[in-house]
Each structure stands twice: as C-alpha cells, then as structure tokens.
C-alpha cells in the first residue's frame, strides 16, 4: 500500500503537518481547525460549487496581500501559507452564508433538522446572526418521495451534494438537479418513492433539512434528547456500524456510525429503516407457558416459567439446544455451554452449515484474506461469482461502484482524487473491470464491463476457468467456446490489476462457486497479484457461529426430552414438514426470543429476550470481524439478554456450573478461552471495568433534557439511572465528557459541530481511521507468506436441463428477504411479495401468460404462486424470492415441476 507523504502548511502562521494528498480544506479540518464548508463531502470529493471555504492564499512569507482561494479546491502543497482569519477571507464567508440564508425559511425552533444541523453549526461559525433581507422568499413545492424520506425543497440552499451522492456516487437516476432560470429543484420527475437502496443517506449528506428522516418523523424526539450507543447493523452478514438512539423506552432511529473499514459514511436502506421489530406489536415482552397440552400459551411469572423448565431439564433429560446466526458470539457460547458441544447446534439449515464452514477454512487457510468494504471499494478488477450483491450485500455493492472507478482514475494523472468535478470530467464514465456471473439480471449491470446469466453449476464452472486461465495447475473447466473466451479476457484484467477482488457468497447455495471463487484468488496470489475475497454471508453473526459449530452441522434429526431453541425461527431454516417433525419429536419445547414467529406459536414455554438495542454482545461479520454492540436503552420488565436467561435457567436447574456467568465480560473471556478461532473477541472492544478519569462514557449528550418531566407521572423526583454492570457506558449524560475510545463513541459531537459532520472530530484524519483506530479484530487474516494451499478440483458437470423440470433457484430482495427488517412498517411497505419468476421462452412452452398462477411441487409441498416474466433468467430456472414467507426454509437450488394453476 502506497505511503502517504507529509507535509507542512502554515495557517495564520502556525505550522501542520498534513498528508500531501489532500486539499486544503480537509488538511485544516484533519489539523482540528475550523473552516466552514457546505458542497464538500469527504465521500463526495471536492466540486466548489458552495464558495462557503474561503481562504486567503499568500505566495510566500513575504506575501502580505494574498488572495482569496476555495480551500476545497487548493492541493495542500509543502510550504502552503493562508489565513483563515484574515479579515478579509472572513467577510467573504459572511456574505455567502447571508446570501444563502436569503431564501431559507425562519424555521429553525420547528424543523426536524434543528439541533442538528450543519447549516446551522456554519451559520453561528461565519458569525451571520442578523438577516438584512426582507423580500419575499422562493417557494417550492414539495415531494412524496416514498416511506423513507421527508421533503422540504424550501429549506435548500442549492449545495448539490444530494444529487452528487444519489447520482454519482450510489449510481441511481430517478432523481436530479431540475433548474429553471435562477431556480433549481432537487428532486424526481414526478412524485414516487426513490428506487436507491441507499436513498436515507440524503438525510445525513444534506447539511439543512430538506431531507430528512420519515420514520423517525412518525414518533419524533429532539436530537438532544435521544440516548444511543454504538452498535452494530443485525440485517445482513457486512456488520455496518451504526448509532441507534432511544426515548422514552421507544427506539426511534438509526443512524450511520463511522468506521473507516466498514460502512464509512453511509449505510443501506434495510440498515437504516429496520429497526421497527424493537417497537413491534410482535414483540414479546413476558415469560410464556402453555399449561395444558394444545393449549394457547399465557403470560406467567418468571419464577414459575424457569421452574417449568427446569423440571423438565430433571432426572438425567436429554438436552439439545439450537442457537442462532443472529444471536451474539455470547449467547451462542452460553447455550452450548449450558448443554456441551455435542447437543449444540448453530441454529442454520444443513446447506448453511456447510456454506458457512467453507467460508471459515478458506479464510482460516489464506493465502488471500478477506476484503473489508474499505478494501473492496479500492479494488481495481473485480469478478463476482454468483451473488447479487445489492439485495444480499448492499454496501458491498456501493463499494463495487467505487472500485469501478479505481482504474480510470489512477489513469488520469495530475488530477488529485479529491477533484471530483475535474476527475468526472476526464474519465468521462470509463469504468474498470468489473465481471457479473449472476443468476439473473442485477442492479450493477449499469457499471459491469461483462455480464453473464447462468445456472449456478455454470458460473461455477467459469470461476474454475478463470482459475485455469491464471494458472495451468488449477483444474481445468471444460467449458464451451464463449465461456472459455470470457474467462480468458476475466483472468486479463485480473492479472493486469494491482488490487483484485473476487466475491462470492451463499445466496445462490452452491459450494462449488465458493471453491471456484477460492480458485481464482489463489491462482492471482500465484501470481504475485495480492488478490482478496469478499464472501457474502446472510446473517450478523453466520460466520461467528461457524465457528463456534463444529460438530453438528445443521439441525438436529430427532427430538428430545427437552429442546432449547435460541432466536431463531426454525421455519425459517427447514421445510414446515422436517420442523413439524423435530418440535413434535421432542417432549417439550422452549424459545427463547425477542419476535414471536412460527417456531414461537409451537415452544411450551417461551423467554423475553432482548434484542440488540436492549443487549451487548458480539458479532462477527462477513471478513471475521469481531465487533461490539452495546445497549442503548434497558429494557422494561423481563425483557433480557438471551445469556442471562441461559444462566436463570441453569441456576433453577441446580446446573449453575454448567453457565456461571453474570458479567458479559466473562462470558467473552469464557468464549474466546475455550473456542481458539475467537481468541481475540476480547480485543473488540474495553472491558465493562474500563474507566477514564474514573469516570464512565455517558449515552446521553449533553444537552439531554427532561429527565425529571419524562417520569414526572410516576414520580416527581429524578428516578436512578439503571445499572449496567456490562459496559463502561453510563445511562446519563454525567461522565467523562472527552473523546472515548473508537468502539465506546455513542454519538459524535463536538463543540460548534452538532450535526453528523462532526465525526470530522474523531478522526485521525478527515475520510481516515477513527482516533486511535476503527473498531473491531479481525479474526482470521492469514499469516504473511503463507503458501496457497491445493486447488479445490471438483468441478460440478454443466447444467442440463430436465424433461418436466425446473431447477429452482433464490433471488435475493433487499426488501423482504430476511427475517427482521420486514417487521418494520415502511420496509414491509416495499418488500415484494411471493411470486414465481420463469424466462418468457419457459413460459411460452408451459403455454402461460404473465400474471397467472403456477403450480409449483416443491419438496411433496405445493406452492400456488403468480408468474413473473424475467427475460434475462436463464432457460431451465426458476426463480423464487428468498425468505419470503411460506418460502423462507425451502432449501434451494432443487428441482421442481411447475404447471398452470386454476384461479380460485
């Protein structure tokens, strides 16, 4: 990796010591100055549309006039003096705020962005606190612009950064810059939600309020007063790190939270507006106990639901307990404490077992480690195997977008990277390499060189191409002449790039694409290209609980005298007749959980558990990341945290040897001891003894409010903040009022910077690693030198198709596909419903039209479901939506017949 040289620039006389690739506003900014800005983004780049950075320039020491600069668009040149004081660079940012100002309505007290607002953090920073104007003000019309974002066109002041994000950066085109005379609108053609999956990004780049939060809108609370925590997203395998904040018992938003490896500045949509499950009517908030057999299950107490279950656990019971991918390192740990590791399960379907454990030993083996999204985002050619990355990786697919555009501009040289005006300008929309094997049609196709649809054995198949194309000693594919052409131009640009990438993933079932994918990044480190792998995986923790599983893969094939179930919905992981089977084969059933499902609707006995804004623990993401997520807010009555639910019942048992813990801290230590892959989770983050100053690191931002009115209709007095023995986190805004460590920020704020810019605080350098380094371990980077191991040499026959049959595949949706995120009202808003998708060539020789029903036999099970033409499905597929309900524990690919279905 290259490094960065240093040097030195004088402001207002003082040296800095800045890094030669930036400009001089993010050199002042990464120094810790303050210099307005509104058009910079440090994701976006520099296009000096706002001239709200004004410097004065001087040639040299002797120079006493100067000259008035954009500090976004001056490189930080060695020996590079301006003056930010100067009086005349200061009256110059007057003016452009006053005349900014012109036009912005008097809504400050009343909007949502108030308190948190980037202009008005710029404004009191310019000093313009007088309006001189008093004519009449531009209006606007506003727009609907789906259930994710609010509207309000008036509040612009014509910055351009949202329509740089939507359009260059996340590569959408249904919204634009629309202007009319000396008028611009900000906008879609018409009114209609944004098509983006990155769309609720607009409320954090837009420094005013004209976008903003709808959801958060529904049960709206003053930015001050929320308390958060950092935490982690919970709706895909990629750990985005997020911000989560509460009041009054209610979670109320998510907000991005910045880690330089991961997510950045940005999160996906699902990330962004999932949370509802914590709020919904769904939840479960009491122990449940079925009394009688058939019997609906009532509330009880605690004490009677642990004693229930602890006499079933009695005289020498069979105990077998079944954890969750979406569960913490430490309540999986717990559970397969408390019933040894040869009744322990980790909660996936026998494909997923094997899926994920394929993952883990090519990461654990190396050469090539895995790609965090920073790194995937400076890849310079990419293959993707399989995985439509956009429904099933989001922010993987953003970083794909970036990585596009790696080639083009090391190409374009004498343009510094943060010129973004002038870099679009001469790459003029070149891309580089970027290969799609999929099984369909996907949203990258747009920046893709190449693109090929194919069955999953047949895109395994070219990954075994590539790799024999890179490197003769790998095994040979066999595969026909447009296959072997494609493969050869693949194998080119890999071998031509200095960061190649190659991703693959589950979604398509298939572990004969992940040995492929394996294949290629081997024969590339072969070759002396440092090739990396980005694996998709569907859930916070799949890989976490891979690793922690080695003994049963899968479910267990028969009951017990008591099965254990942790937040997980079986039906989810099977077909309805092999879970009708397991749960009716066991004596009794107990869940423990946070959203009550099928798998609920059948436990004997079921526990509140609590979910990630009500919980600490540990995930481990996609690249073996090891992460914290700590609790925002503690939950009401007997809502808690699956371990210590674990722990009650060993106690009740008379078993507490077995799960002895009652810190988090040692549960972790317990983990990382005793499973040698999870050594390091320890690192993750300090421990709940951590202190600075003696003093704990406050959730709640200085200007909370309420805390007496809040519970003013219980008590009059300030009740005492809850205890949490588990973090170095206080429940209150008293505590050490400094920078934390990385992994302990609950909010960024600085003084004069209330807005999401402030993270610019927090970090070694601007767009850099946070202050002392981002969060999280990585549990698996491969040791330097290590050898590439043996090829994987299996490679799959070529798809053919069957007389009567169709090879049923998943198509991913980010809207509807997994388990959580569709409890929340505005995802379900946009989460597709079932359907069967067929090529029209299919459907034509079954003699069906679009919008009929099929009959589909699947696994002895019929499915009655509407036809969907998709042209670019191969012939011989097809496609299902994955995760959908009544489809969700199919496991896919199989076989299938398929025939019209009479109307009801």
């Known amino acids: 990796m290259e490094v960065m040289r240093r040097v030195t620039i004088f402001v207002d006389g003082r040296p800095h010591s800045v890094l030669d690739d930036q400009n001089l506003l993010q050199a002042c900014l990464s120094a810790g100055l303050d210099l307005p800005y509104f058009c910079w983004h440090p994701a976006l780049g520099s296009v000096g549309a706002c001239r709200q950075c004004a410097v004065k320039l001087f040639r040299d020491a002797s120079d006493r006039r100067g000259r008035i600069v954009m500090a976004c668009m001056t490189p930080a040149a060695d020996s590079t003096r301006i003056s930010i004081d100067d009086a005349e660079a200061r009256e110059f940012r007057a003016r452009v705020i006053e005349w900014l100002m012109i036009n912005h309505p008097h809504d400050c007290p009343v909007c949502d962005e108030g308190g948190e607002c980037h202009l008005q953090d710029m404004t009191v920073m310019t000093g313009h606190v007088r309006r001189r104007y008093r004519g009449l003000k531009r209006t606007f019309e506003n727009q609907d612009l789906g259930p994710f974002i609010n509207h309000e066109m008036n509040r612009c002041i014509q910055c351009y950064r949202c329509v740089r994000f939507y359009r260059d950066f996340a590569g959408d085109r249904d919204f634009d810059a629309f202007s009319l005379r000396n008028q611009v609108y900000f906008g879609r053609q018409q009114d209609g939600t944004l098509e983006s999956e990155f769309s609720g990004n607009l409320v954090e780049v837009c420094p005013t309020g004209v976008f903003t939060d709808k959801s958060f809108k529904e049960h709206y609370t003053r930015k001050w007063d929320l308390q958060t925590a950092p935490s982690i997203c919970v709706h895909c395998g990629l750990g985005c790190n997020t911000i989560p904040g509460e009041r009054y018992g209610l979670l109320r938003r998510i907000r991005n939270r910045y880690n330089g490896e991961v997510n950045g500045y940005f999160l996906c949509d699902r990330g962004r507006y999932g949370y509802g499950f914590v709020n919904g009517a769904q939840r479960i908030r009491a122990p449940l106990l079925r009394r009688e057999l058939g019997g609906p299950a009532a509330p009880v107490e605690r004490q009677e639901a642990l004693a229930r279950i602890a006499a079933w656990m009695a005289d020498g019971a069979r105990v077998v307990a079944i954890g969750s991918p979406r569960a913490s390192l430490e309540a999986n740990f717990a559970l397969r404490a408390l019933v040894g590791p040869a009744h322990f399960y980790g909660g996936m379907s026998a494909a997923e077992s094997r899926l994920t454990a394929l993952i883990a030993q090519i990461l654990q083996r190396g050469p090539a480690p895995a790609a965090s999204l920073q790194e995937a985002a400076e890849a310079d050619a990419v293959l993707v195997l399989g995985e439509d990355v956009t429904n099933s990786a989001p922010m993987l697919a953003l970083s794909l977008r970036q990585a596009v555009r790696r080639q083009p501009m090391a190409a374009a040289r004498g343009i510094p990277p943060w010129d973004d005006h002038a870099m679009r300008q001469v790459t003029q929309g070149q891309r580089g390499p970027l290969f799609l094997a999929t099984l369909a049609a996907t949203r990258l196709e747009d920046v893709a060189r190449e693109t090929l649809r194919a069955a999953p054995a047949d895109i395994a198949r070219l990954g075994f191409a590539v790799a024999h194309a890179l490197d003769a000693d790998a095994p040979s594919a066999d595969v026909d002449a447009p296959a072997h052409a494609l493969a050869g131009r693949i194998a080119a640009a890999l071998l031509a790039a200095g ?406």
């Open 499 to 904: 960061q190649p990438l190659v991703v693959a993933g589950m979604s398509c079932g298939s572990e004969d694409m992940i040995r492929a994918a394996a294949d290629v990044a081997w024969a590339l480190r072969r070759a002396g290209r440092p090739a990396r792998l980005a694996f998709v995986v569907p859930e916070c923790d799949s890989l976490g609980a891979a690793l922690m599983t080695d003994r049963n893969p899968g479910l267990p094939q028969d009951g017990a005298d008591l099965l254990l179930v942790m937040e997980n919905d079986l039906y989810r992981r099977a077909d309805t007749d092999t879970v009708d089977s397991l749960l009716g084969s066991a004596r009794h059933v107990v869940l423990i959980d946070h959203t009550a499902h099928a798998t609920a609707a059948a436990a004997d006995a079921v526990l509140p558990a609590a979910t990630f804004a009500e919980a600490t623990g540990t995930l481990v993401n996609n690249e073996g990341r090891a992460q914290r997520y700590f609790r925002v807010f503690a939950a009401a009555g007997d809502v808690q945290e699956s371990w210590r639910w674990i722990h009650d019942i060993a106690a009740a048992a008379g078993r507490t040897r077995d799960a002895p813990w009652t810190r988090l801290d040692d549960v972790t230590a317990a983990c990382a001891t005793a499973i040698p892959p999870l050594r390091r989770i320890v690192e993750a983050a300090p421990g709940a003894a951590f202190r600075i100053a003696g003093q704990k690191i406050p959730r709640e931002p200085p200007r909370y409010s309420g805390r007496t009115a809040m519970h003013a209709q219980v008590d009059v007095d300030e009740p005492k903040p809850p205890d949490d023995p588990d973090t170095p986190l206080a429940f209150s805004m008293e505590g050490y009022a400094g920078r934390p460590p990385s992994p302990l920020i609950p909010y960024f704020w600085s003084p004069g910077w209330n807005s999401v810019q402030a993270v610019n605080k927090f970090q070694e350098e601007i767009a850099g690693p946070l202050a002392g380094g981002d969060p999280g371990v990585r549990l698996m980077a491969p040791s330097s030198g290590t050898a590439p191991p043996a090829y994987f040499r299996e490679v799959p026959p070529a798809f053919a198709r069957r007389d009567g049959h169709w090879l049923a595949v998943p198509l991913h949706h980010i809207f509807g596909s997994d388990e959580l995120s569709t409890r929340s009202p505005p995802v379900a808003s946009l989460a597709a419903q079932p359907y069967a998708a067929l090529n029209p060539d299919d459907a034509a020789e079954l003699g069906l039209n679009g919008g009929d029903l099929l009959h589909v036999q699947l696994r002895g099970i019929s499915h009655r479901l509407p036809l969907r033409f998709e042209p670019a499905l191969p012939k011989g597929l097809l496609g299902l939506p994955a995760g959908m309900d009544g489809l969700a524990g199919i496991p896919l690919p199989d076989w299938v017949r398929v025939a019209k279905a009479e109307a009801p």
